[in-house]
Structure formats: C-alpha cells, structure tokens
C-alpha cells in the first residue's frame, strides 16, 4: 500500500512538473546568458595546459563566463589515452569540487562546460552483487554525469540507467531527462522537484587547442540562409531506429523540413544504401548512420577523404554510430567517424557517444528534434533565432547520466540571415555591394549577390539590399535584435511592399549604383569596387 501511495505521490509531483514547464514556456523564459556558464579545466597541468589555453581562449570569446580549474585529476585518469576515471574518483575529487564551484558563483549556473584534458568517459564498474537495477550499464560520459551533478552521489545511481522505454512523461528516474522534448528554452528552477533539478553541459574538445579554438571562433556568429545552406540526411532504409524520415509523408521529418527551408526544400535527404558526400552548397547539418549505412560505401576516415562538403560556421554533426566520440587523442584510430574528425574538416559542434549506447530511439539523440530546435522559429525575422546549441541538444537527448555526449559552444544559436548580408557579417554594406557588383548579371549562390534565392544575381537581388542597407543584427541574441525590421518576405527575402528610401546619403549611392549597374547591363565584366 506504502509503495503505491509513494508511486501516486510521484506521478502528481511528475505531472506538476510538466505543467510547470508548459507554463514557463509559454511565457517569455531568461535566456541563458554568459554568466550562467562554467567552464572547468584541468588545473594539474598548468597554464600551458591545453585545457587552460582553451578556457582561456573561449573566456575571451564570451567574456562573462566563469572559468574554475579542477585539481587532483592528473593522477586519476586512464585507460589508453588518459580520457576516463572510475566512478568512485568522479564521486570523491571532482563531484565535490564541481560543487564547491558553483555554490561559490553568485549567478545561477546553468551550463557546465568541460575543456580538453578532463576525464571523458566515467566508468561505474560491472554490476555489483545485490544490486536490484533492471538496467545496468557500466558507462556514462563526463557531461552527461554533470547533468545530474547535484542528485547522483554514489556508484549504484551511476550505473542504474533503467528508463522506461519510449514513455517520458511518466518515468521519473534519475536517468530520465526530463528537459527532453519539451520544446522551449530550459529553465533550470523546478526542471526535476522528484529527483533534484538538473543542469546542461558540453565539452570543448578536438585533436589540438587549435582545433577547439577554430570550432569556437565559427560558433560565435552563424546565420541560416534559408536557400542557400543545406541540412545533409543520409539515411539507410534497413535502419529502424533514427528520426530521419516522416512516419506519415515517408519524406524528411519535420525538423529537416524547416519554415526556413520549406519554400526551397534546403535539406539533402537520401534513403538508399549510397552514400550522400556531396551537397549542392555550404554544409550546416549532417546526420547519417556512417559507417553503419549498410553497404553505403563509408568507410574508415570518411569525413576526411570521402565527404566533400563545404561546411558553413555552426556546422553540426550527428551520427546513428556507436563509438563516434570514444576518444579526442589524435592517435587513435578505428573504422567509425568521430566529432573531432568533423571538427578537423571545418565543423562547429557534435553529438556523439563515449561508449556504445544500444542505438535506438530512446538511446542516441533524436536529430529531427535536435534540428527543430536549432533553427529559428516560424515567422523569424533577421537575427531571431532557435534555441542555444546545448539546449537543443538535450531537449533532443532522452537520457542523462549515460554515454551521450554534447560537443561545441554550449552558446551557439544559429540565427535568421538578413537578407543583402552576402559576406555573413550580420550587416548589409559597401562589402555586399561590392560582392554584388562583381557577379552582376551572372549565375551566383547568397556569397555572389544572390538575395532572392533565384540563382542569378541581378535588379531584384539589388532592390532586396537597398531594403536593408546600412541594417545589421546582433550576434547571440534569442530575439530580433535588427536595428530597423526590413519589409522582406521572410522566406525569400523579396521586398513585400513599396520599397522605403533609405537615408539621402545612403540612398544616393545605392540609386546610383542602380543606375550604374542598369547602364551597363550589357557589359559582361565589371572592375571590383575600391
């Protein structure tokens, strides 16, 4: 009687926290901020360490961040390349400092960021005698432990990875996340009153501080052009498992076919055994199952020497492959593709698993979600954007405490382009107009003066940049933050009204520019604006 009582009493609390996230999102939820952010590193190795450097760097990146070094660590970790500690290590050197940290910070921390050089996988050990747990499993990785940093205080819990399966309204276990799915900027008071509220995490991690630093500097500003950026999903038909493909259409999912990208169909979906490696423009998702495409001809290192890509700032990859963030030491080798090979060929951000994570729906990190959350919103107007990189990557994860791991600028929001911005700036200038005028009359993408989406670069591309001449948005922001919203056609960017006349010294050299250009549209060739 005890225990259903108990039982009773967990599915009211359950429920009272579902109601309490619906109402938190459906008003205006704070956004997080830089100084909801903290970033751990290694302390053992010093400021030449790698983790400092990057800390370092990123602090400069975004400034408001609060920056903690951990000590101890050195000396436990193992396995092949350093990268793990038991779970009895996390539990009594860096749990206790993790916390100390944040009790010491009088913002509310909200994003714990681990840099290169810290543990990357926890190992909870085979299942101990009298343990009752329907679900044992001996990984998890380091971020997804901090995720439940404050609850999860002994080896039991740690292993203890039982969910139920395919139905998270009603599971209010410790491994339950009970951010996922729920479709609204995360709210860290009253997240989980059963189990303890819960925090987001991601790493900063490559091959070199170099790497981790290139990947940092393409997240700080990123715009989806809705025709001019792809989302690549390479699915396999023998494969039951992703969120690739719509149950009703038999198309891409949602979260693929975006209200940015619906008019354009912006997306490469392909459901056969060949492998997707091409894209007819700049790369900004990628989503396959890798080296697991059944017969699909991915092979060993192919993210280098098989996808040719070009890939956008804020690039992000996601694949159905079990060991895809097993190791950042740039010696290892193995047959499957790893985020830091991603992040080697130009990408922003990842999501990948430390050990095996029995793939399945409930298991790996649902990319139709992950996408949804990430572009910006219907109705967006320039500089608007999704959610943060590390709130859609958990609000798409089903499991905490487990072997998913979120690799990137927990920061990053990928934002509404405005249109005329061909140099991706976050303002329409002299530089667009240049660019503008040396492909003029030609065939061109966004880059070549293209605003319009019509492949050619012409009078109609111009009149879009004079809509929005001298405008420009704020990077980061979670709302529109342009300085004069544009009357554009959100979608293609097409003056929806009368054309306003910008200011008389602006709007002079942009008539006359027009005038220049009309005159001589005959000509081929035009010299590059000084």
Do not use: C
């Amino acid at each position: 009687m005890f225990t259903r009582f108990t039982h009773r009493i967990k599915l009211f609390l359950h429920l009272a926290t579902v109601l309490f996230l619906w109402l938190a999102q459906s008003t205006v939820a704070p956004a997080i901020e830089e100084e909801n952010v903290l970033v751990l590193y290694n302390a053992d190795e010093g400021a030449q360490g790698d983790g400092f450097q990057i800390a370092s760097y990123y602090a400069q990146a975004r400034p408001g961040v609060n920056v903690v070094g951990l000590t101890g660590i050195s000396s436990i970790l193992s396995g092949s390349y350093n990268e793990q500690v038991s779970a009895a290590d996390y539990l009594s050197v860096i749990r206790p400092q993790v916390l100390s940290a944040i009790a010491g910070i009088s913002d509310e921390i909200n994003v714990i960021v681990t840099t290169k050089g810290l543990p990357l996988k926890i190992d909870a050990g085979s299942q101990p005698a009298g343990n009752a747990s329907l679900n044992w499993r001996r990984w998890s990785s380091f971020e997804s432990e901090l995720t439940r940093v404050d609850s999860i205080d002994s080896i039991d819990e740690m292993g203890n990875q039982f969910i139920l399966a395919g139905l998270p309204q009603f599971d209010f276990s410790l491994p339950s996340n009970p951010y996922y799915n729920t479709g609204g900027p995360f709210v860290r008071a009253g997240s989980d009153p059963v189990n303890g509220d819960i925090r987001l995490a991601s790493r900063l991690d490559g091959y070199s501080v170099q790497s981790v630093n290139a990947a940092i500097d393409r997240a700080q500003q990123v715009f989806v052009v809705p025709f001019g950026q792809y989302v690549v999903a390479d699915d396999d038909p023998t494969a039951g498992v992703d969120q690739m493909v719509d149950d009703i259409t038999g198309g891409p999912g949602p979260g693929l076919v975006s209200v940015l990208d619906s008019a354009s169909q912006a997306y490469v979906y392909e459901n056969t055994n060949t492998a997707t490696t091409t894209a007819p423009g700049p790369v900004i998702g990628y989503v396959s199952h890798g080296t697991n495409d059944g017969g699909g001809g991915l092979e060993a290192d192919y993210i280098e020497n098989q996808l040719q890509f070009e890939l956008a700032d804020g690039a992000v990859f996601l694949t159905h492959e079990s060991f895809n963030a097993l190791s950042f030491d740039a010696s290892h080798s193995q047959t499957q593709g790893l985020v830091a090979d991603w992040l080697e060929i130009g990408g922003t951000a990842g999501l990948g698993h430390v050990q095996e994570p029995y793939n399945g729906p409930d298991n790996v990190t649902n990319e139709d979600l992950l996408f949804q959350m990430l572009l910006p919103p219907d109705g967006a107007s320039p500089g608007d954007s999704g959610l943060t990189f590390v709130e859609a990557a958990w609000n798409a994860t089903r499991q905490l405490s487990y072997v998913n791991t979120v690799v990137g600028d927990p920061l990053m929001r990928w934002q509404a382009w405005l249109p005329g911005d061909a140099n991706l700036d976050g303002s329409v200038n002299l530089d667009d107009l240049a660019i503008l005028q040396v492909n003029w009359l030609g065939p061109g993408s966004f880059r070549e003066g293209d605003f319009n989406g019509d492949g050619n670069v012409n009078l109609d591309d111009l009149a879009v940049l004079q809509v929005n001449w001298l405008q420009s948005v704020n990077s980061g922001t979670a709302s529109s933050s342009i300085t004069s919203p544009p009357t554009v056609d959100p979608v293609t960017g097409f003056p929806t009204s009368t054309v306003s006349v910008p200011e008389p010294s602006t709007g002079f050299q942009v008539m006359s520019l027009l005038l220049y250009l009309t005159l001589r549209r005959s000509q081929g060739k035009f010299h590059k604006i000084a």
